[in-house]
């Protein structure tokens, strides 16, 4: 529900929530909640410490971070050998602060003001319309990279084992889902700058889908950021073949991926959200370089 004033009021869904674009008028935001794994027995089996893994590595910017700051992360991909997953990624301190700072400063270019618990003001850029695209666009410029040398190692491990599209979306989608879900209340705009995802190992709905494309873009998957203001939900398309919801944008079709938590196969839209015609693209430019 959004509140109406005399002046036009323009919502958002940012970070799976509400947002308004003038200066007045308070939105209820209640978007990026998790969703629930499709059935009770998909999700992440108990660990087994003997089972064989791939180590992607290490990922540390600049690369003489400490590796104390990297977080840890351990997934598993079916259909791959081995399935079990592994890869660490840490920001330098510095690094870190520096794009907190940058986001902080563009939100206050932006006369971002926070109006209570998932409510928030701005003044959007010209041109950006009624959603989120120019948040999301300047995320992926601002991060760019650091978020090129987590992709770089993907990239890698995709090339050394010669793995196809879809296993290439399952590799990164499987860490992505992976990062602890949470509701950035702290953030402006209610979303975390997507380097800083995987380095404090937190994200909702579209923190994780920002990230989420920025890595399947960089290794040649046709991805699109998916948006949907009546829902309150943000999440990505692929552009791969397969069964499920898909999502029409520019004469191509593109599977519905969801990122807030584990199990849900490439297509497959939790009940609540299942209304592609509630769903949008959102054109995006690719990171620079």
Not at 40 to 55: I, S
Not at 117 to 124: C, D, I, L, N
Not at 146 to 167: K, M
Not at 233 to 252: C, D, E, W, Y
Request: proline share 9%.
């Amino acid at each position: 529900m959004v509140a109406r004033t005399g002046m036009t009021l323009l919502s958002l869904v940012g970070v799976g929530a509400l947002a308004l674009m003038s200066w007045e008028g308070v939105p209820a935001r209640n978007a990026g909640r998790l969703a629930e794994a499709p059935r009770p027995e998909v999700g992440a089996p108990p660990v087994d410490p003997q089972e064989a893994r791939k180590d992607l590595g290490v990922v540390l910017v600049p690369e003489d971070t400490p590796p104390e700051r990297a977080k840890a992360y351990d997934w598993r991909v079916d259909g791959l050998e081995p399935a079990r997953q592994q890869l660490a990624y840490g920001l330098g301190e510095a690094v870190e602060r520096g794009l907190e700072e940058a986001h902080r400063d563009y939100s206050v270019r932006l006369r971002y003001r926070a109006m209570g618990p998932e409510r928030f003001t701005y003044v959007a850029p010209p041109g950006c319309g009624t959603d989120m695209r120019c948040i999301y666009a300047e995320l992926m410029r601002s991060n760019a990279e650091p978020v090129r040398a987590l992709g770089e190692r993907f990239a890698t491990s995709i090339r050394e084992r010669d793995l196809d599209a879809v296993q290439a979306t399952e590799l990164i989608l499987g860490f992505v889902r992976r990062i602890r879900y949470e509701l950035p209340g702290d953030e402006p705009f209610g979303i975390v700058p997507p380097a800083l995802v995987p380095a404090q190992d937190r994200g909702d709905c579209d923190s994780k889908a920002v990230l989420a494309l920025m890595l399947l873009r960089q290794v040649g998957v046709d991805a699109v950021m998916l948006y949907s203001d009546a829902l309150a939900h943000a999440a990505i398309g692929v552009g791969l073949p397969g069964t499920g919801t898909r999502i029409s944008f520019a004469g191509h079709a593109y599977q519905y991926v969801e990122l807030t938590a584990e199990g849900w196969p490439l297509g497959m839209i939790p009940p609540q959200y299942d209304k592609p015609q509630l769903w949008r693209v959102l054109p995006l430019p690719d990171a620079p370089g």
